[in-house]
């Protein structure tokens, strides 16, 4: 007995964890959360950000001492000559060839704020790439959005089809009793039967169709989903129309680093202020009275301003706002289609709220004189052909309504994803 208890036990520990494994569930949200952590392009986050904080490293080093090493070797048609001479003193000749060899360090004192408006540029920049990176996986919402209620759609049609199979299989049954009676012919329970067979086969494709659907998503979300996966039937929403789309994001990030761009044509028409100090080996040194190779050093400090920088500023600025102005064209181009898009899905929700409000008082007709036609095949009425007419045109009547309800599901959540208001 204890063995029995044991195994009863047992089938029903592993029916239990049969069935929850066969009832594995997948929310839209679950998906578009998986899609953005599989999707190969997420990976561009780490590199948009290493790539920015080796940039700013280099700007950075600009505090440091910059060294450079410079060699000239030289011919000239003439050198100093005194046009005199002073008993009992030998000036040198200085040689037409000189040479020079030398290293220069220069520290940076002040540079009127460049190296800190070349940081904030590049943090303007890495963050308008990584917003940008945002907006493109934005885009993957769509894309889930299709595949998600095509299998929703799939999972009702397939439903449906079994209905369908049902009604033609009772009709079958009935038929096959009128012709062991004698009173219908064999070929009205073949049409029965073929269609039976035919309806199968849609089942089939159904099926097939499904599959292809739960493999592409399987592809998009990184996690193997099968036909005992669930895809949980989203609720209707009401969505908000003002528009939230990462994009809009993207677009104030490219003002603020015009901004940055104007800052830092500023700052670049002010003096520099730095300390130098030059060591090098030349022939003639800074003995003017010596000819010879000789060592050398010179410190001090040094003021670098360029006014050249004036011819071009002008323009540049110029350039600047004429970039401003691109970028308010973009953004206004791109809310008119945004709204442009709202619109229509607007109509498409109203248009499909409004067959939906008629399609079950079209199935309803269409079930009763289905019913009634279930009756007059069994009692001899009417042919098989005459009843299967009836069943398809209750059939197409709850296919519509099927395809009604997702396509209004579907247009709801595209228009969330249009307007960026996901809840």
Request: glycine share 4%; proline share 3%.
């Amino acid at each position: 007995m204890k063995k029995k208890l044991s195994f009863l036990v047992f089938l029903l520990a592993a029916a239990f964890m049969c069935r929850a494994q066969s009832t594995d569930q997948l929310t839209l949200n679950d998906c578009y959360r998986l899609a953005l952590q599989n999707y190969p392009e997420v990976k561009q986050r780490e590199l948009i950000a290493k790539t920015a904080d080796y940039t700013i490293e280099n700007i950075q080093k600009g505090y440091l001492p910059q060294l450079n090493i410079n060699g000239q070797a030289s011919y000239q048609s003439a050198v100093i000559a005194l046009p005199f001479k002073v008993p009992g003193v030998n000036f040198p000749t200085y040689s037409k060839d000189q040479y020079k060899l030398y290293g220069e360090v220069d520290q940076t004192l002040y540079d009127g704020g460049e190296i800190k408006q070349q940081k904030q540029l590049q943090k303007t920049t890495e963050a308008i790439n990584q917003q940008q990176l945002e907006a493109d996986l934005y885009q993957l919402k769509d894309r889930i959005n299709q595949l998600f209620f095509g299998v929703l759609l799939v999972d009702e049609q397939i439903k449906q089809n079994d209905l369908v199979i049902k009604d033609v299989q009772l009709g079958h049954d009935k038929i096959r009793a009128s012709i062991r009676n004698g009173t219908a012919f064999r070929s009205n329970g073949d049409v029965l039967e073929a269609q039976v067979l035919q309806d199968e086969q849609q089942s089939v494709n159904l099926r097939a169709s499904r599959k292809a659907y739960m493999d592409m998503l399987s592809l998009f979300i990184g996690k193997t989903v099968d036909e005992n996966t669930l895809l949980v039937k989203p609720p209707s929403v009401n969505v908000m129309h003002a528009i939230n789309r990462p994009e809009l994001l993207v677009y104030d990030l490219q003002g603020k680093n015009l901004d940055a761009q104007n800052k830092l044509l500023t700052v670049q028409t002010l003096p520099k202020l730095s300390l130098f100090l030059q060591g090098g080996f030349a022939r003639p040194g800074l003995d003017l009275l010596s000819n010879n190779f000789a060592g050398y050093y010179i410190g001090g400090i040094k003021l670098a301003w360029s006014p050249s920088i004036f011819y071009t500023l002008k323009n540049s600025r110029a350039l600047i706002d004429i970039s401003r102005k691109n970028l308010v064209v973009e953004k206004e181009t791109f809310l008119f289609n945004t709204n442009l898009t709202v619109k229509q899905q607007d109509a498409d929700i109203g248009k499909y709220e409004q067959l939906l409000a008629s399609d079950d008082r079209i199935i309803e007709l269409r079930t009763k004189v289905k019913n009634t036609a279930m009756a007059q095949l069994e009692n001899g009425v009417i042919t098989s052909n005459d009843f299967l007419i009836d069943v398809n045109d209750e059939n197409q009547a709850r296919q519509n309504k099927i395809l009604h309800e997702v396509q209004l599901l579907m247009t709801q959540y595209n228009q969330q994803t249009t307007t960026g208001n996901q809840q």
